[in-house]
């Protein structure tokens, strides 16, 4: 038989949006995703916890690696897969299929888009999971 396409998910999830990775060493990891071929298309910096973190962010195809860590650690250990977002075709849809499953969407960092977290601690998923609007056309 022929292999079916993709249905529709009662969610109303579309797509992976971003996979986000861990690095205990930003320029180690940076320099290992471009030695394999990635590009890094954009880096922001921002202060929390007293201290700068770096977001680097990399295209795989329609998917993005966003590499998170602390802007000027040097530490041991691989990057690990940190967290996830999906998007959604309707995010408001979404957020009422989730009920209180999910927190209220809200302005994402990327403009002209919206998200809203899964909450992965009362559903025992180890995993944060956030949910997004599509990106703007």
């Known amino acids: 038989a022929e292999p079916g396409g993709p249905s529709a998910h009662p969610t109303g999830v579309v797509a992976i949006d971003h996979v986000v990775a861990m690095s205990p060493a930003m320029d180690r990891t940076t320099a290992a995703l471009e030695a394999a071929g990635l590009e890094a298309r954009r880096t922001r910096r921002f202060?929390?916890?007293?201290?700068?973190?770096?977001?680097?962010?990399?295209?795989?195809?329609?998917?993005?690696?966003?590499?998170?860590?602390?802007?000027?650690?040097?530490?041991?250990?691989?990057?690990?897969?940190?967290?996830?977002a999906l998007t959604c075709a309707d995010l408001d849809r979404t957020a009422s299929v989730l009920g209180d499953r999910v927190g209220a969407?809200?302005?994402?960092?990327?403009?002209?888009?919206?998200?809203?977290?899964?909450?992965t601690r009362d559903l025992d998923i180890s995993l944060p999971i956030a949910l997004m609007s599509p990106h703007p056309t």
């Not at 916890?49 to 195809?61: C, D, I």
């Not at 993005?64 to 250990?77: C, F, N, W």
């Not at 994402?108 to 809203?116: E, F, S």
């Open 47 to 84: 202060e929390a916890g007293g201290a700068t973190r770096r977001q680097t962010f990399f295209w795989l195809g329609t998917t993005i690696l966003e590499l998170v860590g602390d802007d000027t650690a040097h530490g041991d250990g691989p990057a690990v897969l940190w967290g996830l």
């Open 105 to 119: 969407p809200k302005p994402a960092v990327q403009p002209d888009r919206r998200i809203a977290t899964l909450r």
